[in-house]
């Protein structure tokens, strides 16, 4: 889909600036330079940056807990940040943006895992009966149906994120924001919520952004957004970013581990493609280029 066909985006930054204030003896932080990003309905686009890049400042920003220095953050067509804006109209924006935060249990308050995911429902006013259809419909989305009456503090980690995801998507959002959601998690709670995310994405249509540092994961996004020192570097398509592989590195990234091994035979003089991420596509790379010393043979 080209941008031209695909509409108004449900958020738009354009032009942004932030700086974290100072205090007598230190001046501001500067952490967002003339950064715009737009991002369209059902997207998975992936963010990635090391520390200090400002992600997570990008994060807030979009979900509205913080306001840029100068510039706009559009949700929905409409300027949040223009001079006609009421605090009614933010809380309406607010209402279609998640955020699920590297720690579920910064974001978990209920002891039972169905109560935690009626809570927000429950401070916008939900009626009862509308509130058991939504849990019942986020739990099934996130694989946690079977968890509905279990104690939170008896899960893994990756099924504390899972509910973390369910009281968001029960809220009904639109877009969910996952500020590193798997940073603290072992692989297989990572996988887990990889499994659950791309659900949303791909069979309920729930727009994604996802922060992380794992570039596996960013494989799987439909758009790879690159952040270095406040200003995005690279924004396109997984293929497109991580055949950039020494340009990543410069920045202190890596690639994905399928992109790193051919990456490696290139620079030894072997001809393969670096666009093969996935580990099946990385498998017949592999098997194409084993194909030629056979037939060279």
């Known amino acids: 889909m080209t941008d031209e066909n695909k509409g108004t985006p449900i958020v738009s930054l354009k032009n942004i600036n932030f700086a974290y204030p100072g205090d007598e003896d230190t001046p501001p932080v500067p952490v967002l330079h003339d950064l715009s990003l737009d991002v369209h309905e059902g997207e998975f686009v992936a ?3 090391h520390n200090g890049s400002g992600k997570s400042t990008l994060a807030k920003l979009i979900c509205m807990v913080l306001s840029p220095d100068s510039g706009s953050v559009i949700v929905q067509g409409k300027d949040l940040c223009g001079d006609e804006i009421t605090e009614k109209d933010i809380y309406a924006a607010r209402r279609d943006i998640g955020l699920v935060f590297q720690n579920p249990d910064n974001q978990l308050v209920a002891t039972i895992v169905e109560e935690d995911v009626a809570f927000g429902c429950e401070n916008l006013g939900i009626p009862s009966k509308e509130i058991r259809i939504r849990v019942d419909e986020a739990l099934a989305a996130v694989g946690m149906s079977d968890y509905a009456r279990s104690t939170v503090y008896k899960l893994s980690g990756g099924q504390k994120q899972r509910v973390a995801i369910a009281g968001a998507l029960a809220m009904k959002r639109r877009l969910i924001v996952f500020d590193e959601s798997t940073a603290m998690l072992d692989p297989s709670g990572r996988r887990e919520v990889m499994k659950a995310v791309e659900r949303l994405n791909k ?11 794992y570039m596996n994961e960013a494989a799987m996004a439909d758009r790879v957004v690159v952040m270095d020192r406040g200003r995005i570097v690279m924004d396109g398509s997984p293929r497109d970013v ?12 890596d690639v994905p581990q399928t992109t790193e091994l051919l990456y490696m035979l290139k620079c030894d003089g072997y001809d393969v493609s670096l666009d093969a991420i996935t580990v099946d596509e990385c498998t017949n790379e592999l098997k194409r280029l084993t194909g030629k010393f056979e037939l060279n043979g």
């Open 242 to 253: 991580f055949t950039n592989v020494s340009e990543l590195r410069e920045i202190g990234l």
């Open 203 to 213: 069979e309920d249509g729930v727009t994604v952004i996802f922060i992380t540092h």
């Open 47 to 49: 963010v990635l940056g």
